[in-house]
């Protein structure tokens, strides 16, 4: 999977932002969120909604998953890997 990852500066509740390239590896990582961390809602800001472990921003052809920290991070590259540049 391709993403990179980048640190929120703008709000301080999510401390990583990880942009995925690609509808359908969004598509697939957002069912992973969903089973291991549970439902959350899309964005327009870097607010807790629904969730405290984890969002999603959703703009045309930018895909960007919000996660509260390390251990979210952590388990996300266990998952998918390290970070792959486009």
């Not at 291991?36 to 045309?60: Q, R």
């Not at 590259?77 to 390290?82: A, E, H, N, V």
Request: proline fraction near 1%.
């Amino acid at each position: 999977m391709k993403y990179s990852v980048h640190e929120t500066i703008e709000q301080s509740y999510f401390k990583y932002g990880i942009e995925v390239f690609g509808m359908l590896d969004f598509h697939r990582a957002r069912q992973w969120f969903n089973k291991t961390y549970g439902f959350s809602t899309n964005v327009d800001y870097n607010l807790p909604l629904d969730n405290e472990h984890w969002a999603y921003h959703i703009v045309y052809k930018t895909y960007v998953f919000y996660v509260q920290g390390e251990e979210e991070l952590a388990w996300f590259k266990l998952k998918y890997g390290q970070e792959e540049l486009i």
